[in-house]
């Protein structure tokens, strides 16, 4: 998949998952979801891909604290 496939692929779940409110003893917790995408490459360093994967994931998670999902 190409990074914008990847990136609504990433979409896709994580609106499936925040659609579904999970239960704990009677009462809904409502779900985030936070994602990075990084589209590794063949002869890439796999820590140097997850290393940028986690930088994508935690810039999407301030965009989702300062409401811009």
Same mark, same amino acid.
């Given at each position: 998949?190409?990074?914008?496939?990847?990136?609504?692929?990433?979409?896709?779940?994580?609106? $499936?998952?925040? =659609?579904?409110?999970? +239960?704990?003893?009677?009462?809904?917790? @409502?779900?985030?979801?936070?994602? /990075?995408?990084?589209?590794?490459?063949?002869?890439?360093?796999?820590?140097? $891909?997850?290393? =940028?994967?986690?930088? +994508?994931?935690?810039?999407?998670?301030? @965009?989702?604290?300062?409401?811009? /999902?």
């Amino acid at each position: 998949a190409d990074d914008h496939q990847a990136r609504e692929k990433a979409a896709q779940l994580a609106r $499936a998952v925040v =659609a579904r409110p999970l +239960e704990w003893e009677g009462k809904q917790i @409502a779900i985030e979801v936070a994602y /990075g995408v990084y589209n590794f490459k063949a002869g890439e360093n796999a820590t140097e $891909a997850l290393a =940028a994967a986690d930088r +994508e994931m935690y810039a999407h998670k301030k @965009a989702l604290k300062n409401g811009a /999902g």
